[in-house]
């Protein structure tokens, strides 16, 4: 993050706003609205500042820019267009330790101002750090049409609440739960619609309802291969609620933003003596934490019942009555399949497709090899970087052809995604010669040959094409 986006309390603030045109008028207003105790200084006023400060509304100095100007001052900005007597703003604001903006100018300013959608008291504010203002006016467009004019009413009916709320429902956890399930009913519609008595009702009713103890709950959430488009608005939308969040190493850092700034992160992937936190432990937290009345998110990669143990979590969670849900997420193979132009099934080459570990159990691969060898299926093999010359091996001894057709998928939807085609016979010297890495996906069957075959091109973003991270075709 190059900026810190915060809030700044204006109101009876002296700011000073240098320069008297059009650049400057329009960053006058916004300076007033916000309650500020303007100064402009310009040897002229244009007819908008001008008039401006014949109601009152600002103190206009007819001078040129000294830096005995600041003091006193709280925030400044230059806008007189002049690239020499704004930077000469900067410099001295800067000097003095004044924020100070130079309009246009990120590069000489020490604050930026942000693009702003107006519902008071909702405020949004975003920015692309001054370098793309066209890209920020367009999700400014965005948000505008998402949030109905109302929601200032709802915004300044919950800031009235807050403190009533505050006194029947102590505990923070169960307050924070309250507020989301009153704001996510029909209390909205009567807001947005004007209706603040019903509002006022039906928030008296169930805050009469409330006993102000916090229900606990686990979430065990799929995240999805990686890449957080994957994710389901379920799982964003119990993300956003948690208190408290438990992560293991599958699940990519970039989902982690999603999840709600103020919940407390556990990562149970390794503990600091670098051994996995045992299962057992896993579940007890689980339970402990919800026991205290916390929601608690177990964010696994993919889909949380298909290799994720997820069968054994709510097992332990069911035997001591806590309530708990599971999201379904989409599983690595289906993410690695999309996003490298493998169809798992296919007409003609594949009726049928499994999955399978790779994982060593007692050091031996326990599967069901003349099953997997039939022809006319495809066999996706998860946690299996690390077995591959021995899965290989087995493919070919139990009948599958040497040159039987494989594609290993590399953090598949990620951006630095990398897949290699290659065949029985040849992927474990390819798979050393490349460093694949965990994690990967082996796809093994004729339909890893379409990947080359339709020249696939990976969906990235809204429906943008894009080529995929590296594409490593098997050599000839
Ligand atoms: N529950 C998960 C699987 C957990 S097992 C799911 O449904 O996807 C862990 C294995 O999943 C890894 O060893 C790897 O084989 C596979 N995997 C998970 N994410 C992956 C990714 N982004 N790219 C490739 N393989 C992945």
Redesign the pocket.
């Known amino acids: 993050m190059d900026y810190f986006p915060i809030f700044l309390k204006l109101s009876t603030r002296p700011c000073l706003l240098v320069g008297g045109g059009e650049i400057a008028l329009r960053k006058a207003r916004l300076l007033l609205q916000a309650g500020a105790t303007l100064t402009v200084l310009a040897p002229t006023l244009g007819a908008g500042l001008a008039a401006l400060a014949e109601q009152g509304a600002l103190r206009h100095v007819a001078e040129r820019f000294a830096p005995h100007h600041l003091v006193g001052m709280r925030l400044a900005v230059a806008a007189t267009g002049l690239a020499d007597v704004d930077q000469q703003v900067a410099d001295a604001a800067e000097a003095a330790g004044i924020w100070v903006n130079v309009v246009d100018d990120p590069q000489a300013s020490s604050y930026i101002t942000p693009s702003i959608v107006d519902r008071s008291p909702l405020v949004i504010a975003l920015s692309t750090g001054g370098g793309a203002p066209v890209l920020a006016r367009m999700l400014r467009e965005r948000l505008e049409s998402l949030i109905p004019a109302g929601w200032g009413r709802v915004a300044d009916f919950a800031r009235v609440m807050r403190e009533r709320v505050a006194a029947r429902i102590a505990n923070s956890d169960a307050r924070r739960a309250f507020w989301e399930s009153v704001l996510a009913g029909p209390i909205v519609q009567d807001l947005v619609a004007g209706n603040l008595d019903r509002a006022e009702a039906l928030l008296s009713d169930r805050l009469a309802a409330s006993d102000g103890i916090p229900r606990g709950a686990v979430y065990l959430v ?1 995240a999805g ?2 890449n957080p488009d994957l994710l389901t608005f379920r799982a964003l939308h119990l993300m956003q609620q948690a208190d408290v969040v438990l992560y293991d190493k ?1 699940v990519a850092p970039a989902l982690l933003d999603w999840v709600r700034r103020d919940a407390e992160r556990i990562f149970v992937g390794k503990t600091r003596a670098n051994h996995t936190l045992r299962q057992e432990e896993i579940n007890q937290l689980m339970v402990r934490l919800a026991s205290e009345g916390k929601r608690v998110l177990r964010l ?5 019942f ?3 143990r997820g069968g054994e979590e709510i097992e332990t969670l069911a035997q001591h009555g806590i309530p708990f849900e599971v999201v379904p ?1 989409i ?3 289906s ?2 399949a999309a996003y490298a132009g493998i169809p798992l099934t296919h007409r003609d080459y594949a009726q049928s497709v499994t999955f399978v570990t790779g994982h060593r159990q007692d050091g031996s691969i326990n599967l069901d090899w003349p099953m997997l060898c039939r022809p006319g299926q495809t066999v996706v093999v ?4 690390a077995t591959t010359p021995a899965l290989c091996e087995a493919f070919i001894r139990h009948g599958r052809s040497a040159d039987c057709p494989v594609a290993m ?6 951006i630095d995604q990398r897949v290699l085609v290659s065949t029985l016979a040849d992927l474990p010297g390819r798979i050393a010669e490349l460093e694949i890495r ?4 082996m796809i093994v069957g004729e339909v890893v040959q379409l990947a080359a075959k339709l020249g696939w091109f990976a969906p990235r973003g809204a429906g943008e094409p894009a080529t995929i991270g590296e594409s490593v075709q098997k050599p000839g």
Do not use: H, N, Q
Request: no cysteine; net charge neutral; glycine share 24%.
């Open positions: 799929g291969p990686g599958l696994k990669g993919g889909d949380p298909i290799f994720g997420g599983t690595a193979a993410g690695a998860y946690m299996g970087v998928v590399e953090r598949a939807t990620l965990s994690p990967s996906l």
